[in-house]
Nanobody, 132 residues
């Protein structure tokens, strides 16, 4: 059983920073993608950033590009999301997800919201609140 555990969420002021972590455990294949998704109340789950385990391929949504940075430590089976210059509209529950049969990181992050819920492995989520 594959497990994903997120951590690092919290309350920050606008313009502040947080670093989220996603630790993956269980049976892990060589080639996989990890994605960060977020869901605000009353909204669907949207892709934020995704990364490949085998190369440096990354994807960022237009909403976060230039502010967020995704990175990985394969030795620790951990993926990070460094979030800088946070805005109130970034407030959401952030989830990490694993896809072991991906073709591109862009596809992982942009797949329709209904499909991703059953297709990916998910963590429990971590709350990020940006407020003054």
């Amino acid at each position: 059983q594959v497990q994903l555990v997120e951590s690092g969420g919290g309350l920050v002021q606008p313009g502040g920073s947080l670093r989220l972590s996603c630790e993956v455990s269980g049976y892990i294949q060589e080639n996989y993608a990890i994605g960060w998704f977020r869901q605000a109340p009353g909204k669907g789950r949207e892709g934020v950033s995704c990364i490949s385990s085998s190369d440096d391929s990354t994807y960022y949504s237009d909403a976060v590009k230039g502010r967020f940075t995704i990175s990985r430590d394969n030795a620790k089976n951990t993926v990070y999301l460094q979030m800088n210059n946070l805005k109130p509209e970034d407030s959401a529950v952030y989830y990490c997800a694993a896809d072991f049969r991906f073709t591109s990181v862009q596809a992982v992050c942009t797949r329709d919201a209904r499909t991703i819920l059953w297709k990916y492995y998910w963590g429990q989520g971590t709350q990020v609140t940006v407020s003054s």
